[in-house]
């Protein structure tokens, strides 16, 4: 449609655009046991974007809310952790206590399924324990009712797995009435900035994986990368990248 009539995507979606949106920066990749790590993420956090996320997994409660606590520290501000669904009920029960707000800001993905009873019942269990979750759901009756009972500490749902631009508005819809802020996935990074610079009331700031996306736009006609935590909407028609041919 925006090519058709020569707008950027976010020009259809609002009359007034955000010129620019705001990123968040992951690299699940990254070993914090390394020796590289503390540079690693000092530089990362140094790049001026809104905060920094890190894996966690396959390693003692104990241990993962130590890296979780050296990883604030190099940044030198509190740090999203992502546990890519490999902790678990249990394990998640272990590491909550361990975590503090002014070290990680939320633990993405905890459980293995993104289902209603289960994160209900890690609510009631893990009082405080902020949690975030979206990107594993494609079904909007499953995001509602989430969103009313679990009240994530962020909605992290993918633009293009939740069925794409169009029904991701009415994802934005629910997240708004929840109240619940939202972090687009930085999986379909490309439509998920036009998104959030149409309704930036309602999104924050967007996933930028700093080693996997790169690797992406190899594949595209010119590059969309963050300058100072911000990247600016492209001002060509549709997504304003094209794919190499």
Do not use: N
């Amino acid at each position: 449609h925006g090519r058709l009539v020569d707008l950027p995507v976010a020009a259809l979606l609002s009359d007034r655009p955000a010129p620019r949106v705001p990123v968040y920066a992951s690299w699940l990749s990254l070993d914090l046991t390394s020796t590289s790590a503390p540079a690693s993420v000092k530089a990362t956090a140094d790049g001026g974007f809104a905060f920094t996320k890190w894996a966690l997994r396959g390693a003692e409660a104990a241990e993962m809310a130590l890296l979780a606590e050296r990883a604030a520290k190099w940044a030198g501000d509190s740090v999203a952790v992502d546990a890519l669904g490999a902790w678990g009920h249990l394990r998640t029960m272990e590491v909550a206590p361990l975590l503090t707000p002014e070290t990680v800001r939320w633990v993405e993905d905890p459980l293995p399924r993104t289902e209603q009873a289960a994160y209900r019942q890690l609510h009631r269990q893990t009082e405080g324990l902020r949690v975030a979750f979206g990107e594993r759901l494609s079904h909007p009756e499953d995001a509602r009712v989430l969103l009313e009972h679990c009240r994530p500490e962020a909605f992290t749902f993918d633009a293009v797995w939740c069925g794409g631009i169009t029904e991701a508005q009415g994802w934005l819809g629910a997240a708004h009435d929840a109240k619940v802020p939202v972090h687009l996935h930085g999986r379909a990074f490309l439509p998920a900035v036009h998104l959030a610079a149409a309704f930036p009331h309602v999104s924050g700031a967007v996933e930028y994986q700093v080693v996997w996306e790169p690797r992406r736009q190899r594949a595209l006609c010119g590059t969309l990368r963050p300058d100072g935590g911000h990247v600016a909407i492209p001002d060509r028609p549709g997504l304003g990248m094209e794919v190499r041919r």
